[in-house]
């Protein structure tokens, strides 16, 4: 969510100082700052202020200090000849009071919110009411996603980023290390990721273990490397950035961040010193992210390959294939170096099974909700977040299926 606030930009810093997620722009000299916030509830609801978030509608909330306005629409671009929207004249007097317009400007304004703007258009037209022009956080241009598993499972991650969420292209590097990289759309580099996480889950009990890399390049200076585990993320850094992050604004968290990355190289060791300081500055000489594949023992081809330079990896188109190929791939792609004991792998087994049934009867439960419109539970109609614990429940428990399978499988090759 993005939230204008009629603040300094010290005071939003302060105000945001424990938010682990928040990134805060420049401050303009009219005495606004913008932000990037998980919810509304991030900040106090007497703050001077205006928020944007899109879902599947876009949210406009108005704050001023004695009250809370919100509007909903679709886009324009979502409904081809849709009519205009009403703004009612408590949205546009919370906009005249908090942003102090002019008549002309207010009129102008709430034009723009009538022809039911994306989220994106109106925030750049927000930003210039409040002499925000750097109202956008960086955002990946390039990126690639990395991990030191066999080829095999990186190709079977990759084919199904493909099929589900943009084309990818495969790159095997020195080492063990194999890299995917999107053709389009790099902001999705952090879904693809977790593609990647989630084939590394469902491997063997030494894949599990191994973390994942991305890193990304803006249109600017600003670069980025992220390292996630399974499905979560675990740490992020972002160097040459005009927008801050109030959290990492203490050494101590950016210590943190760096035992998360060194945990990366498991092969070899690192030399912590350096990395500590590559972490502990924002702005650093040369290429940061050169210099973190080098102390972290990734090969150099990985950056090579971000930037497309002629001397990169050759690069492999990886044609799409669904979630059930995606499935037997991950259960055929074991070698006898995967085989674990026989009591541990039937035990582990029988472990994932339980949990299957456990994701398969709340699977269950949400499908009925949706199909009663939420009447099985007594609610007075099914929402958007019952849809998506639908399909968080429905890939928990393939993921559990499959990794129940492949323990048992493990446990009668162990034979």
Do not use: C
Not at 77 to 88: G, H, M, Y
Not at 217 to 229: I, K, L, N, P
């Amino acid at each position: 969510m993005l939230a204008l606030i009629r603040l300094p930009h010290a005071d939003v810093l302060r105000l945001l100082a424990e938010d682990p997620t928040a990134s805060v722009s420049p401050g303009s000299e009219r005495g606004w700052t913008a932000a990037v916030v998980e919810d509304e509830d991030a900040l106090p609801s007497n703050l001077p202020s205006i928020l944007l978030d899109l879902d599947v509608e876009v949210t406009l909330v108005v704050r001023t200090d004695s009250r809370s306005t919100a509007l909903r629409w679709v886009p324009a671009s979502e409904i081809p000849r849709a009519d205009e929207l009403t703004v009612p004249p408590t949205i546009v007097g919370a906009l005249t009071d908090v942003l102090e317009l002019s008549p002309d400007h207010r009129d102008m304004l709430i034009s723009r919110i009538a022809a039911r703007p994306d989220a994106d258009d109106l925030a750049q037209d927000l930003g210039s009411a409040v002499g925000l022009p750097d109202i956008d956080p960086p955002q990946p241009r390039t990126a690639v996603v990395l991990a030191q598993i066999p080829e095999k499972r990186m190709r079977a991650a990759g084919s199904l980023a493909t099929a589900t969420l943009v084309p990818v292209e495969l790159s095997a590097l020195d080492d063990g290390w194999s890299l995917l990289q999107p053709t389009t759309d790099a902001e999705t580099s952090d879904e693809l990721a977790i593609i990647v996480g989630t084939a590394l889950q469902a491997g063997n009990l030494g894949h599990r273990r191994r973390r994942v890399l991305l890193l990304w390049r803006d249109e600017g200076a600003t670069s980025g490397a992220m390292v996630f585990h399974r499905s979560r993320m675990l740490a992020s850094m972002v160097w040459s950035s005009s927008w801050t992050e109030p959290a990492l604004s203490g050494w101590e968290v950016r210590d943190e961040i760096t035992e998360e990355f060194a945990r990366l190289s498991r092969d070899r060791p690192v030399d912590s010193a350096r990395l500590r300081a590559l972490f502990r500055s924002d702005d650093v000489p040369g290429d940061p992210l050169a210099t973190l594949v080098d102390v972290l023992g990734v090969p150099p081809e990985a950056t090579r390959a971000l930037d497309r330079t002629p001397s990169a990896p050759g690069r492999e188109e990886l044609a799409p294939f669904g979630f059930w190929r995606y499935f037997w791939a991950l259960l055929n792609g074991a070698d006898p170096s995967e085989s674990i004991p026989r009591s541990w792998a039937f035990g582990f087994g029988a472990l994932a099974l339980v949990v299957t049934g456990v994701f398969a009867a709340m699977f269950a439960l949400e499908i009925a909700v949706i199909a009663t419109d939420g009447s099985i539970v007594d609610e007075s109609s099914s929402t958007n977040e019952d849809r998506v614990a639908t399909a968080v429940f429905a890939v928990a428990t393939l993921v559990h299926l499959t990794m129940s399978i492949r323990f048992f499988r493990l446990g009668r090759r162990d034979r």
